[in-house]
């Protein structure tokens, strides 16, 4: 799995919990939760990679990994804040 195939997972993981977060008020267990949870699941979709496809943990897969997660996250708040709370 490339790097790019694994931004793309990211990506759809942590976006849910985009919209979990933004409805969340700010610092709140909820609010918490919504921004860690996916990353235990990225932890550990990063482990079942290196172990079964021997790609490695690198600067360049990390960096990627966070831009995914975080455009994620506020794509998800724009849209909900945008189109769904106007509702």
Do not use: C, E
């Not at 195939?5 to 990506?11: E, G, M, R, S, W």
């Not at 790609?55 to 189109?83: C, D, E, H, P, T």
């Amino acid at each position: 799995m490339d790097n790019i195939t694994f931004a793309v997972i990211v990506f759809f993981l942590a976006f849910p919990f985009g919209f979990w977060r933004v409805k969340s008020n700010f610092k709140t267990q909820d609010w918490m939760l919504a921004i860690h949870i996916p990353v235990v699941f990225i932890i550990l979709l990063r482990i079942y990679n290196k172990m079964n496809f021997n790609i490695g943990f690198s600067f360049r897969s990390l960096l990627f990994n966070v831009i995914a997660f975080v455009l994620a996250q506020y794509i998800a708040g724009f849209i909900y804040k945008r189109y769904i709370l106007k509702k």
